[in-house]
């Protein structure tokens, strides 16, 4: 069974956890449409009714996937699913978060996971494959699809944190494809592309966040196409 690898050229609510994000040291070069206001600040505790669907279409009931993310993710809008988006979330955050999201819908089939670029502020890599598959592991154990969505290439990084996060990329991909897991190549589509963020280098504009959508349905698509 081949295992859809997505990348496409040419779319929210808090989670608990989470740690405060890392601020960029090289200037910004990027362009962009207006900032829209940052997510909601972190919680401390478990979800809430603050957690609100924000995805096109959604079927009543729980919904067929959750994406869940840090603040790259906050326009992510995916057809049948819901977005939980947490600024400055750790990986090792979402395992937690991933469970309590499916103790609550049950019925929910698939969570796609968008995370690890705060991480990268601790530059500690290996800890960072840990909880990768740590996370990918708890997910399955939960019965549910795993889909992790790959990092953006932030046009604002510096050489060392680009080359960890292109690492931390090259990874990801590799670790997915040996062991089943979709993998939403965002590298590919961002790379080179300030057009797609905002003013602040960072954060994926309104293009750049149907793009991101566009690569998350695509993938998601692909995997129920393969699972009929």
Known sequence: VLVPCVAVTAATSPLPGGSPPSSATSPARATGVTPTPACSPAATGPLTSAARSCGRGDPPGSPGSFVVGTS??????????????????????ITNSAHQLSLRNPSTHTIIVHAGVNDLKFQ???????????????IKQLDKQCIISGPLPSPRFGDIKFSRLRQLHI?????????????????????????????????PNQ??????????????????????
């Open 171 to 203: 990874w990801l991909k590799g670790h997915c494809l040996s062991n089943n897991i979709p993998y939403v190549d965002n590298f590919t589509t961002f790379f080179n592309r300030p057009n797609l963020f905002k003013p602040d280098g960072i954060h």
């Open 72 to 93: 790259m993710v906050r326009h992510v809008r995916v057809d049948g699913s819901r977005t939980f988006c947490h600024p400055g979330i750790l990986v090792r955050d």
């Open 124 to 138: 500690q890599s290996e800890t960072l494959k840990k909880d990768f598959i740590t996370l990918i592991h708890s």
């Open 207 to 228: 293009t750049g966040s149907q793009l991101l959508s566009m690569n998350i349905e695509l993938t998601l698509r692909s995997v129920k196409l393969l699972s009929d």
